[in-house]
């Protein structure tokens, strides 16, 4: 992926244009190409972007159950 800095929210509203753009849109080839790199660019970073923050509520949680 590439270095930019993204927020998931904005990946979402992303891929959710780019989807809709391939299910409604009149699409070149190339440009479908495009958009299913893209897409799949996001997918990754979105799915990256849960992982961690499941990982980070799992410690905080845990960390809690600690300190009682």
């Known amino acids: 992926m590439s270095k930019e800095n993204l927020k998931y929210d904005e990946a979402m509203t992303e891929l959710d244009s780019l989807v809709k753009d ?6 070149s080839v190339d ?18 972007k ?11 949680l845990k960390e809690m159950h600690e300190n009682d």
């Open 22 to 27: 391939m299910e409604y849109g009149d699409i």
């Open 31 to 48: 440009d479908l190409s495009k958009k299913i790199k893209r897409s799949a660019v996001l997918i990754k970073f979105c799915k990256s």
């Open 50 to 60: 849960l992982k961690s923050t499941e990982e980070d509520v799992e410690s905080i």
